[in-house]
């Protein structure tokens, strides 16, 4: 089982920027495909981003494409994600987790969630 934590989350105006981190501990982190998901009020979780193991194949989900830039770095167990030209439309909590695709592509979790990170967009 892998344990993450992620941080990084606050308040920040439209148009700002934020940098997000999940460290893993636990089974080995390299030998996951892994992702960034988030959760607005009232919503469902939603995918955001993925990054294959080596690093060398990301994926976006189209409302954050050319904004959001996903990272990891095997060394640290870590995982990062970068947004830029935040909108208030990207008010959520935001989570790591490894990450498989269906037989359509879809991406979904494996194992547990961490707590997440509340990132919160001011208009």
């Known amino acids: 089982q892998m344990q993450l934590v992620e941080s990084g989350g606050g308040l920040v105006q439209a148009g700002g920027s934020l940098r997000l981190s999940c460290v893993a501990s636990?089974?080995?982190?390299?030998?996951?495909?892994m992702g960034w998901f988030r959760q607005a009020p009232g919503k469902e979780r939603e995918f955001v981003a993925a990054?294959?193991?080596?690093?060398?194949?990301?994926d976006y989900a189209d409302s954050v494409k050319g904004r959001f830039t996903i990272s990891r770095d095997n060394a640290k167990n870590s995982v990062y994600l970068q947004m830029n030209s935040l909108k208030p439309e990207d008010t959520a909590v935001y989570y790591c987790?490894?990450?498989?695709?269906?037989?359509?592509?879809?991406?979904?979790?494996?194992?547990?969630w961490g707590r997440g990170t509340q990132v919160t967009v001011s208009s």
């Open positions: 987790a490894a990450v498989d695709q269906d037989g359509s592509g879809a991406y979904f979790h494996l194992g547990s």
């Open positions: 636990g089974r080995a982190f390299i030998d996951y495909t």
């Open positions: 990054i294959t193991w080596r690093g060398d194949s990301t």
